[in-house]
C-alpha cells in the first residue's frame, strides 16, 4: 500500500534552516509528481511546492519563494525540502502529498498525504 | 489567485443527519475540484475529485456536486467517524498546487 512518511520537523531559531524528508513505498516514486503542503496550527491548508516526477520542474508558493527548495532522490525513493530562512510564520506541520491524474478530466489531484512533521520556529 | 470560499465555517448536526457543505470559487474552476476529510492530528484524506467523482474506498453517502464557481459537498447520513475538517481544493490555475478553503467543521449537536 501506498505509504509516505515525513520526517525532520524541530524547534529551530528564526534565520536557521532546516531539511524535511518524505519516505515513499508502495509505489513506483519516479513515476509521480510531489508536493509539500503545510499548516500552520489551528489554521488551513496552504501549498509549498511542487516537483516534476523526474525533478527537472519545480513551483513555489510566493511565500517560500527564494528561501525554500524541494528536491528528490529517485533512485532512494525520497523527496525533500530545504527550508532556509526560517520565520516565525513558517511555524506548522509539514505534509508531503503524491500528485496523480486524473483521466476523467485532465486534471491533478493530490490521493495520498504522509502523516506531517512538526516545524517550529522560535526563539 | 482563486480564493475558495467555504460556508458555514461550522456545521452542528447530529448522527444520521444530512450535511451540506459550500464551495465558492472566485472564478470559475471547470470541474478541478477536490475534497478533503481532515481529523485531529491527522492527515487530509482525499474524498472527492474532479467535483463529483468518489475517491477509492470512500463510502457512498459522501458525493460531490457542482462545476465552474458554486460546489457542494453532501454526507447523506452522518456517521460518528464523520464529524471533521472538510476542505476544498482547486487545481484549475496558479498556483499549481492550487488554493484550498478555509474549511468546514462538522461537529455533533
Known amino acids: 500500500q501506498v505509504q509516505l512518511v515525513e520526517s525532520g520537523g524541530s524547534v529551530v531559531q528564526p534565520g536557521r534552516s532546516l531539511r524535511l524528508s518524505c519516505a515513499a513505498s508502495?509505489?513506483?516514486?519516479?513515476?509521480?509528481?510531489m508536493h509539500w503542503v503545510r499548516q500552520a496550527p489551528g489554521k488551513g491548508l496552504e501549498w509549498v511546492a511542487l516537483?516534476?516526477?523526474?525533478?527537472?520542474?519545480?513551483h513555489y508558493a510566493d511565500s517560500v519563494k527564494g528561501r525554500f527548495t524541494i528536491a528528490r532522490d529517485n533512485s532512494k525513493n525520497t523527496l525533500f525540502l530545504q527550508l532556509n530562512s526560517l520565520r516565525a510564520d513558517d511555524t506548522a506541520v509539514y505534509y508531503c502529498?503524491?500528485?496523480?491524474?486524473?483521466?476523467?478530466?485532465?486534471?491533478?489531484?493530490?490521493?495520498?498525504w504522509g502523516q506531517g512533521t512538526l516545524v517550529t520556529v522560535s526563539s | 489567485e482563486i480564493v475558495l470560499t467555504q460556508s458555514p465555517a461550522t456545521l452542528s448536526l447530529s448522527p444520521g443527519e444530512r450535511a451540506t457543505l459550500s464551495c465558492r470559487a472566485s472564478?470559475?474552476?471547470?470541474?478541478?475540484l477536490a475534497w478533503y476529510q481532515q481529523k485531529p492530528g491527522q492527515a487530509p484524506r482525499l474524498l472527492i475529485y474532479?467535483?463529483?467523482i468518489r475517491a477509492a474506498g470512500i463510502p457512498g453517502r459522501f458525493s460531490g456536486s457542482g462545476s465552474g464557481t458554486d460546489f457542494t459537498l453532501t454526507i447523506s447520513s452522518l456517521e460518528p467517524e464523520d464529524f471533521a475538517v472538510y476542505y476544498c481544493?482547486?487545481?484549475?490555475?496558479?498556483?499549481?498546487?492550487?488554493?484550498f478553503g478555509g474549511g468546514t467543521k462538522v461537529e455533533i449537536k
Open positions: 502529498a503524491r500528485d496523480d491524474y486524473s483521466i476523467n478530466s485532465g486534471g491533478y489531484y493530490n490521493d495520498y
Open positions: 508502495g509505489f513506483t516514486f519516479s513515476g509521480y509528481a
Open positions: 516537483i516534476s516526477y523526474d525533478g527537472t520542474n519545480t
Open positions: 472564478q470559475s474552476v471547470s470541474s478541478f
Open positions: 474532479d467535483a463529483s
Open positions: 481544493h482547486q487545481r484549475s490555475n496558479w498556483p499549481p498546487g492550487g488554493t
